[in-house]
């Protein structure tokens, strides 16, 4: 997993308070009345404000921040003395509140000022109005699942019930016949297409190697890139990608559960090409370092950011291996590499895009249980029957759910939102990869994915 960045230069300008909360909060320092702030200057001053905030929330949230590689002498500043997680809501409140004044000014009237400086103040105030739910929440706030949705990633996934997905369940019978329950024989099925522990290393560097040779086929990275891939165990999540700064990524996989072949891939997509190292490298070079637009380089991993980040991850996989090609290299390559039968990978990419097709069941089931609507045990029940999962791996599901509640959305929903962006009107490949890079490379919302999809189809 891994959350990623930005925000969008055309999102609606989301819920959020005005008010500023009294007692305790440090102010947010303000210009001198007689002093004409430019917008840039505005911005400028907004930026830093919710930098040091996003760092004070970190002190209280170990998972808060995901990525920062500003100076180390702010972060220990901001971290010294951080105000409660109430007078940071608070001051998230405050400066939602001068960014909405400084949007219907004068100074954002004129057509001139409709640009890049309006658009980055519409991004802060998203990460902040995020921040702000963020910060409620670990005030022991609960929100339900839609209202926190919307509050952390400015969007509202569109959910089947789980009625919906009988259908599927129904087909993959005919697929794995057999007796006992169809998530056994599923298991069992897949349980043949573990990659050995000692083949584990050679096989994912490998699989990334490939992942990316065909993203550099489209994309220019930035000289000197590289990653440093790391096996670990006893996490809530299957892969997880720390990025480092100057275009270097950490990515760790989790070897606590077997690593199956199909797996491969889509981690070396997902964290690494085009994915999470991807889009990092392209907003530390065009945002951070090209426009000098320093909030960029402090990541949370609550705000509309991540919608983008694993979505586009996600949906990474099938842009960089379109149709057939995935299949092709993991029989010819892969397979071989991991020891296994070459002649048996058209089976296995059968079943699993038959099981892909329930992916959509768990984040109505997260909904389900975070909403109170169903208990623990039977969110596992449930998770075993639909995602047609172990008992082990139906509690890793679950545990992740338990940690990082409504993030779950950002998966499966947000990986359609990029695809009906990036493919919409029948895009052939180089304009696939072109839209790629643009959602990779500027402030993004999910409304802005909407009317990319709008733009495109008429």
């Known amino acids: 997993m891994d959350r990623k960045y930005w925000l969008s230069a055309l999102g609606a300008l989301m819920l959020g308070g005005c008010a500023m909360a009294a007692g305790g909060m440090a102010p947010v320092a303000a210009p001198d009345a007689s002093v004409v702030e430019s917008p840039e200057a505005l911005a400028n001053r907004i930026a830093d404000a919710y930098i040091r905030l996003t760092l004070e929330a970190g002190s209280h949230e170990a998972d808060y921040v995901d990525a920062y590689y500003g100076p180390a002498a702010l972060r220990t500043s901001a971290t010294a003395n951080p105000r409660s997680t109430a007078d940071l809501a608070a001051a998230a409140r405050a400066l939602v509140a001068e960014i909405d004044a400084a949007l219907n000014s004068r100074a954002f009237a004129g057509p001139a000022n409709l640009g890049s ?32 949705a919307s509050g952390l990633f400015a969007t509202n996934p569109t959910l089947e019930s789980l ?23 599923i298991d069992a099925f897949y349980d043949r297409y573990v990659i050995p522990p000692d083949k584990v290393r050679r096989v994912l560097e490998t699989a990334i190697g490939e992942c990316r040779r065909r993203t550099m086929a489209h994309m220019t990275l930035p000289p000197g890139e590289s990653f440093t891939l790391e096996l670990v165990t006893d996490k809530p999540w299957s892969g997880y990608n720390y990025y480092q700064g100057n275009f270097h990524s950490l990515i760790q996989v989790n070897t ?16 690494g090409y085009p ?16 426009r000098h637009w320093q909030e960029f380089a402090v990541n949370p991993l609550y705000s509309p950011q991540s919608v983008i980040a694993e979505g586009s991850a996600n949906y990474g996989i099938d842009l960089a291996f379109p149709g057939e090609e995935k299949l092709a290299f993991e029989r010819d390559v892969l397979y071989p590499l991991a020891g296994l039968d070459p002649a048996s990978a058209e089976d296995f990419a059968r079943v699993s895009a038959a099981t892909d097709a329930l992916g959509g069941a ?12 169903i208990s ?10 639909y995602l047609l999962l172990s ?12 940690h990082y509640r409504s993030y779950v959305l950002n998966y499966g929903w947000g990986r359609d939102l990029v695809h009906r962006a990036v493919e919409a009107g029948n895009a052939d490949a180089a304009t696939r990869w072109a839209r790629m890079l643009r959602i990779l490379s500027e402030p993004t919302f999910p409304a802005d994915l909407l009317a990319m999809e709008s733009a495109a189809a008429h």
């Open 275 to 290: 994915g999470h190292h991807v889009l990092n490298m392209m907003i530390e070079q065009n945002l951070v370092r090209g």
């Open 117 to 148: 400086q309006r658009a980055r103040l519409i991004a802060l105030r998203g990460m902040l109005h995020a921040a702000d739910t963020r910060l409620q929440m670990l005030g022991g706030r609960r929100f339900r699942f839609a209202d926190e």
């Open 362 to 373: 768990r984040l109505t089931i997260a909904k389900m249980y975070l909403d109170g609507d």
């Open 163 to 185: 009625a919906h997905y009988d259908r599927v369940l129904a087909g993959l019978n005919h697929l794995v016949p057999g007796d006992g329950p169809l998530a056994a024989r």
């Open 376 to 385: 623990r045990q039977r969110a596992i029940e449930l998770s075993q029957h």
């Open 256 to 271: 606590d559960l077997p690593i199956r072949i199909s797996r491969a891939v889509d981690l070396g997509c997902h964290e």
């Open 391 to 402: 008992p082990e791996r139906a509690e890793q599901s679950l545990a992740f759910t338990d």
